[in-house]
T-cell receptor, first 112, second 114 residues
Framework: GQSLEQPSEVTAVEGAIVQINCTYQTSGFYGLSWYQQHDGGAPTFLSYNALDGLEETGRFSSFLSRSDSYGYLLLQELQMKDSASYFCAVRELTGGGNKLTFGTGTQLKVEL | DTAVSQTPKYLVTQMGNDKSIKCEQNLGHDTMYWYKQDSKKFLKIMFSYNNKELIINETVPNRFSPKSPDKAHLNLHINSLELGDSAVYFC?????????????FGEGSWLTVV
């Protein structure tokens, strides 16, 4: 089977930098995604890593190490609106389609 | 312009009832999904359709039956509802099955079974 582990909660202050880690165990690995979900809202796509290294998109960056089965999401210049749940997800090719399996999510609280 | 829309947004019903949730996407995608998110925010895939064909069917009770009349619609029918079915159900879509790294989710349907 597959499993993903990420911290359940992270708290940081506005303007700071925070890193949310994700370790995974899976077969047929094709990439690691990150999604953001505000309370009561829909998960929205943030980033995707298929290859090792860092991907940067504005204040958000995502890193992947396939050899370590590890990735992280880095959020810089934190803003109050970044308070949300962040999910890592692995894309696996299974049968006739691909499947996105999500981690349990990290609740990020940004404080003044 | 809503990309993935699902109705109803809120649904409260009694145990044993049958209910449906409808989903439509206007993104031109050919792959659609149903995900279930429980009270602990664990998000798990239930079904996936590609061009109206079922391609992913996770371990879901057969009380849950998806139907895709065309590639822009994927409805979810639930028979004999149970308390444990209470959750948020998200419809989603993506372009193709090979490039599923970006999945677009609807706003969710909050189902409460009493």
């Amino acid at each position: 089977g597959q499993s993903l582990e990420q911290p359940s909660e992270v708290t940081a202050v506005e303007g700071a930098i925070v890193q949310i880690n994700c370790t995974y165990q899976t077969s047929g690995f094709y990439g690691l995604s990150w999604y953001q979900q505000h309370d009561g809202g829909a998960p929205t796509f943030l980033s995707y890593n298929a290859l090792d290294g860092l991907e940067e998109t504005g204040r958000f960056s995502s890193f992947l190490s396939r050899s370590d089965s590890y990735g992280y999401l880095l959020l810089q210049e934190l803003q109050m609106k970044d308070s949300a749940s962040y999910f890592c997800a692995v894309r696996e090719l299974t049968g006739g389609g691909n499947k996105l399996t999500f981690g349990t999510g990290t609740q990020l609280k940004v404080e003044l | 312009d809503t990309a993935v829309s699902q109705t109803p947004k809120y649904l409260v019903t009694q145990m044993g009832n049958d209910k449906s949730i409808k989903c439509e996407q206007n993104l031109g995608h050919d792959t659609m999904y149903w995900y279930k998110q429980d009270s602990k925010k664990f998000l798990k895939i239930m079904f996936s359709y590609n061009n109206k064909e079922l391609i992913i069917n996770e371990t879901v009770p057969n009380r849950f039956s998806p139907k895709s009349p065309d590639k822009a619609h994927l409805n979810l029918h639930i028979n004999s509802l149970e308390l444990g079915d209470s959750a948020v159900y998200f419809c989603a879509s993506s372009r193709g099955t090979q490039s599923g790294n970006t999945i677009y989710f609807g706003e969710g349907s909050w189902l409460t079974v009493v």
